[in-house]
């Protein structure tokens, strides 16, 4: 007999932001694995006897490599507990996740996959940015901001909202890379810190004008129109 991983998205940040269907798999994990980015709270869902394994960047340890942690997971489903794997945001968005579920089922291991709400659209939206907006956006595109294959004019030119994961570092480089390939410096883009959270933190401004001085991230960076619908624009235009 084996046991059972469920491979689960905590949210973006809130912990009640979690779906219930997550709740529910963590109250009956033996085992719990834990990324960096998920909140803490998440765990007030757990058994008091469960076994919490932190599998991050934490406390300024290297990240614990991705082939441990599903060793860890097979490991710990041949023991016959049930597993909870904890990520953030939805476990195959830039998560890694579509690497574990292949890695156990290769064993042989029972999955269960429960998405969560991903930082690119629960993080825009604590700040009113609807990020697909009928007549501002023709779609939305999720891209990583890490790492150097982008295509940055096929996106300036697509007409979709840019939401752009792990891009703090590269800000600069982003921001002209879309100019050059035409982008209006005028059109609206912001960065959201900590979204969800009491700590976060946003700039609204423009791709012209974006900056992020002070922020550490975890951060998710948008631009196109939809930006314009942004709560706090908005309230600093009326202050005006
Ligand atoms: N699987 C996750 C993403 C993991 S990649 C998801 O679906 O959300 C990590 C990146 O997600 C961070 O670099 C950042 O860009 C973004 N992110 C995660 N949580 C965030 C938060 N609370 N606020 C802003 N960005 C966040």
């Known amino acids: 007999m084996l046991g059972k991983v469920h491979l689960i998205g905590a949210g973006p940040g ?40 932190e599998v991050g960047k934490r406390g300024g340890c290297k ?39 292949q890695a156990l089922i290769a064993q042989g291991i029972e999955v269960e996959v429960i998405p969560g709400i991903t930082a690119g659209i ?42 752009i994961y792990m891009g703090l570092g590269n800000l600069e480089r982003i921001a002209s890379a879309l100019k050059s390939a035409g982008m209006s410096p005028q059109t609206p883009a912001c960065v959201i810190e900590n979204g969800t959270l009491r700590s976060q933190r946003q700039v609204v401004a423009t791709l012209g004008t974006l900056s992020a001085a002070g922020f550490e991230g975890p951060a998710i960076i948008v631009v196109g129109e939809v930006v314009r619908l942004a709560r706090i624009a908005l309230q600093e235009k009326k202050a005006a």
């Not at 614990?64 to 939805?90: C, H, M, N, S």
């Not at 629960?122 to 009928?134: W, Y």
């Not at 595109?141 to 909202?161: I, N, Y």
């Open 122 to 163: 629960g993080v825009p939206a604590a700040l009113g940015i609807p990020v697909t907006h009928r007549g501002l956006a023709r779609g939305v595109t999720f891209v990583s901001g890490h790492g150097g294959e982008t295509d940055w004019s096929a996106l300036a030119r697509s007409g979709t909202t840019l939401v």
């Open 14 to 53: 809130d912990p009640e932001l979690m779906t219930l269907k997550a709740a529910r798999a963590l109250r009956t994990a033996d085992v719990i694995l834990i990324d960096d980015l998920v909140n803490r709270g998440c765990l007030a869902h757990a058994r008091s006897d469960a076994s919490v394994i």
């Open 63 to 101: 990240a614990t490599p991705q082939e441990f942690i599903e060793k860890l997971l097979v490991q710990y489903a041949r023991q016959e507990r049930i597993v909870a794997r904890l990520k953030g945001g939805d476990p195959f968005v830039f998560g890694r996740g579509g690497e574990e579920l």
